[in-house]
């Protein structure tokens, strides 16, 4: 019995099969972690999608912002952010595309494990907050997702204000500074607000901004589990491992043991062709 964990699939859908063989994963003794954006930009979101479904309690996901573009798509319809043409209108125009987009909703923003020492998130949790306050917000967005304002919800979470947290923060603005945090965060500014501009290494972000986890934080006993920066690749270190190692843009894909001590968890990683796939 293990437990690994995956970055980002982005559709790779190929890639993720293979990846799977080479750590030899057992879906009926282990346990895979996937750090969000199962789909869009590679070029097979729908059969990523279908196998991670069908890995059935075996595997455990959590949002990351492009999957949250697809909720977007196929529950908000007519919204600035969903357009016909797109690739992934296939996903809804599916025979099964109901279930999977019913299975995506209910997925979690943030999971816990308490014993593993380990919090599973696509971007990364806000400095400021502890454990229980950042599970206690994202149950806050979880259950707009997973109710009847769904739709509210998916039409107003996109945008980069607020900046700044705040306690007394109400409405579409709270749920979309909890979103983009848990989905899109990179760099903090000197004040904390967030830099949802800076996409490449910290380096080429504004002057005094670090990356979220570089900030001192309150969850010194557990580890941060993510994805969402490719730019940096595969890394770890103060209190988070990386996994966005880039297979969509014709990097690699990566995973990695959770369940054994750090000094024996040896990355694994394949040579992705997704980019290549994209351009022919």
């Not at 982005?10 to 789909?39: A, H, N």
């Not at 979101?45 to 697809?70: F, I, K, P, W």
């Not at 943030?110 to 599973?120: G, P, Q, S």
Request: a positive charge; one cysteine or more.
């Amino acid at each position: 019995m293990a437990i690994y964990a995956i970055g980002d699939l982005q559709g790779c859908y190929e890639e993720f099969k293979r990846l799977l063989d080479t750590i030899g994963f057992d879906p009926s003794s282990d346990t895979l972690w996937l750090t969000g954006d199962l789909v869009n930009r590679g070029p097979h979101s729908l059969a990523t999608l279908r196998l991670v479904h069908g890995l059935g309690d075996s595997v455990v996901t959590v949002l990351g912002n492009h999957d949250l573009h697809l909720l977007a798509m196929a529950l908000a319809p007519g919204s600035s952010r969903t357009r016909k043409s797109h690739p992934l209108q296939r996903i809804a125009r599916a025979s099964d595309g109901d279930e999977l987009i019913e299975w995506l909703r209910s997925r979690p923003l943030l999971h816990v494990d308490r014993a593993l020492k380990k919090a599973l998130v696509h971007a990364g949790i806000l400095p400021r907050w502890s454990m229980k306050k950042a599970q206690r917000l994202a149950a806050e967005v979880e259950s707009a997702l997973r109710g009847d304002k769904a739709e509210t919800l998916l039409r107003g979470i996109y945008g980069n204000k607020p900046a700044l947290w705040r306690n007394d923060l109400k409405g579409i603005a709270r749920l979309r500074y909890i979103t983009n945090v848990f989905t899109r965060m990179r760099m903090l500014t000197l004040r904390g607000g967030l830099d949802l501009k800076t996409k490449g290494l910290p380096a080429s972000g504004p002057m005094h901004s670090k990356p979220w986890f570089a900030v001192p934080h309150k969850r010194k006993d557990t580890e941060g589990v993510v994805g969402h920066w490719s730019a940096l690749g595969y890394f770890r270190g103060n209190g988070v491992v990386g996994l966005d190692s880039g297979c969509v843009w014709g990097r690699c894909l990566t995973a990695i043991r959770l369940d054994c001590d750090e000094n024996e968890a040896v990355p694994v990683s394949i040579e992705c062709d997704a980019l290549k796939a994209l351009r022919q």
